[in-house]
């Protein structure tokens, strides 16, 4: 199945619920970074929750970055996630593995540990609003969840899953179901809601089973006059990183720095750490570069 976002609401409008299927661009960050099975787990599950925060967005070039800062062996996660379906992300310590909880799954909460998750949305102008909360169990969706309750003060339940075995990821992805300003005073509803998420069997045992997002709004909502919008929207893992960015980092280095790396490395490697590309720059490269800088020097005198 084709990673995708789907969007619905239900019960005339005061529920907003959004879904996505994100397993082929997990598994695409999981061979670009070489992640370890927990560490695919914990990417996958903020890339996709991710990409359910930008969802609401209004502009399209809208973002959201999320960062997880934990003191668990994992280290931080970074993800940059678009209104446009686009995400990409890291792990600070990409092969951390961990043994499994005690119940038998992938310990991304003690891969994570204690620590904080920032959450910046760029709107597309202005200043980005930023939000800073503790995290609850490091295990994404719990603290998301927090995000979403005590930062916006919107009543949310979040599911994020991912299967990743020995033959790579074979589900993931997530559901967000929120209720709107103009129902949150329901505390029937509200709980009702919270009642039907909690006996979800999870996020990807039902993608397992070949269930569409579709289906799984409808398992969930389907008596509360659901209303699935008709529009698909594809997801993919995706980097603006290219090589003129990479030499105009290495501009900013200056002159000197630039003759160091010509006279001790014949050149310069760097890897953008969203995506894992690596990029070379030859002497010769890294020479015009200092070329330009004395010309732009020479302008300015």
Known sequence: MADQLVRATAADGGIRTVGVITTRLTEEAKQRHNLSYVATAALGRTMSAGLLLASSMKRPESRVNIRINGDGPLGGILVDAGLDGTVRGYVDNPTVELPPSAIGKLDVGAAVGNGYLYVVRDVGYGYPYSSTVELVSGEIGDDVTHYLVSSEQTPSALVLGVFVSAEGVTASGGLLVQVLPKAARDDALVQTLESRVASLAGFTPLLKEGKSLQQMFEQLLGDMNLEIFPETQMLHFHCGCSFDRVLGALKMLGK??????????????????FCGEVYQASSDELEQLIQDLQSEAGARG
């Open 256 to 273: 000197d720095e630039l003759q160091d790396m010509i006279e001790k490395d014949d050149g310069a490697e760097a890897i953008c750490h």
